[in-house]
């Protein structure tokens, strides 16, 4: 299956640099592809296709590229991993160990040729880890998780936990609702970047992606 998923993938997608992270090249669908403006039904991929490379994850993956002490030796987890972004950038900047994870094939599927198209090594798993106590992990990244209410709740709740044992929490997000105001008390901006041009057009508009740490709690 995933050498199937693999072939569908590399048949439709393009490589691209266009994005706040042009040192890592990955397979996106990007608007070059016929994919772009396929009807839902002529789409090979079950909708939705995660495996974008979505402002979130730009932003933890940028953040990573620059600051390579926050992950440097350390064992990285990549929560819904997506096209592999983050892991692949933990890796590239000397990660003890990273492990990508996410519950959706496809996204797997992508993480593994956009790790191999960056020439790096990396585990992957997806199995629900949300709730678990990620006990081998020093550093968590979430990119872009933040689009619905109720999974924000538990994805919050969670990741206070896991604050709470220790672990480094860092979150990208361009500003989604499910990082309410509330939330974001318990959280410190560490940067904020402008996204390059096509990257703008291929996120419906977003202009600006953060990363932010999760060390306050109330
Ligand atoms: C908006 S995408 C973000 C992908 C990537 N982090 C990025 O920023 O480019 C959200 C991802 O979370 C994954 N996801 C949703 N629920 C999950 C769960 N319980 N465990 C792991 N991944 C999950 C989805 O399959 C999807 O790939």
Redesign the pocket.
Known sequence: MLRDISAAIIRHTALSRRHLTPELVLRLITPECPLWRAKEDESPFRDPF?????????A?ARYILDNQDLVKDRNVL??????G??SIAAAKMKAKYVLA????HY?LAATHLNANLNGVLIDTSSK???GTKCEEFNVI?????F?DDD?SHTLFEWLIKLHEAGKTILI?DPGRHGLTEKRRRHVQMLAEYKMPRESQEENNGFTKTKVWKLNKLI
């Not at 995660?50 to 730009?58: E, K, L, T, V």
């Not at 990549?78 to 096209?83: R, T």
């Not at 994870?101 to 959706?104: G, P, Q, V």
């Open positions: 995660w495996a974008f490379y979505w402002p979130g994850g730009q933890t990549d929560i819904g991993c997506g096209c972004a983050g994870n996410d519950i959706d996204a629900n880890l949300i990244l979430i990119g872009d998780m689009y999974f990208g």
